[in-house]
Nanobody, 121 residues
């Protein structure tokens, strides 16, 4: 099973940007879905963005309403890495961000350890 390691988190000013990386120990080429989730203290873990296989060659992205237009998820199969580009960051984006990989539509998925993102002035 794949092992995931997130990186790229840190402290940024409101309006700033961060790029998170999720490095997989194995190939993600055949993964059904890769996603980024986040969890703030006292809150449930929520889906931020996902990139899912659509057909045999295409991918479909999906974003939470709160991050649409600001965040972009992408995957580099050659590097076995998924990225989350975060722009125009807001204090409400502060959370631990987790990467998830699902091998099939029926899989619960594998989680990384998370990376802290703090948006504060």
């Amino acid at each position: 099973q794949v092992q995931l390691v997130e990186s790229g988190g840190g402290l940024v000013q409101p309006g700033g940007s961060l790029r998170l990386s999720c490095a997989a120990s194995g190939s993600i080429y055949n993964m059904y879905a890769m996603g980024w989730y986040r969890q703030a203290p006292g809150n449930q873990r929520e889906l931020v963005a996902s990139i899912t296989r659509a057909g045999s060659t295409n991918y479909q992205t999906n974003y939470a309403d709160s991050v649409k237009g600001r965040f972009t998820i992408s995957r580099d199969n050659a590097k076995n890495t998924v990225y989350l580009e975060m722009n125009s960051l807001k204090p409400e984006d502060t959370a631990v961000y987790y990467c998830n990989a699902r091998a099939t539509i029926f899989s619960s998925g594998t989680w990384g350890q998370g990376t802290q993102v703090t948006v504060s002035s």
